[in-house]
Nanobody
């Protein structure tokens, strides 16, 4: 089982930037497909961005052109660069790791709060 720890959240003004990190334990990080999800108060958790083990990326329409997902397999870390932040980006952001050997829902971190003020 992999342990995931998110960091980098905080309070930022409209139009600002943040970079989230997700540090993973273990030696097989590079084989996981990694995702960023977010959950706003009273809302369902939604998929924000994905990056495959080979580096292919996909984004929710709401963040395309503003967010960039990346990974550094030498550091067992995934990132989410968030630019041009909007109040509607306010949420708890979670990272998730999945592979053919994991539970269907994968493994989750504890989340990091991002708050964007208007």
């Amino acid at each position: 089982q992999v342990q995931l720890v998110e960091s980098g959240g905080g309070l930022v003004q409209f139009g600002g930037s943040l970079r989230l990190s997700c540090a993973a334990s273990g030696s097989i990080f590079r084989f996981y497909a990694m995702d960023w999800y977010r959950q706003a108060p009273g809302e369902q958790r939604e998929l924000v961005a994905t990056i495959s083990s080979s580096g292919n990326t996909n984004y929710a329409d709401s963040v395309k052109g503003r967010f960039t997902i990346s990974r550094d397999n030498t550091k067992n870390t995934m990132y989410l660069q968030m630019n041009s932040l909007k109040p509607e980006d306010t949420a708890v952001y979670y990272c998730n790791a999945k592979g053919s050997w994991t539970p269907p829902d994968g493994y989750w971190g504890q989340g990091t709060q991002v708050t964007v003020s208007s």
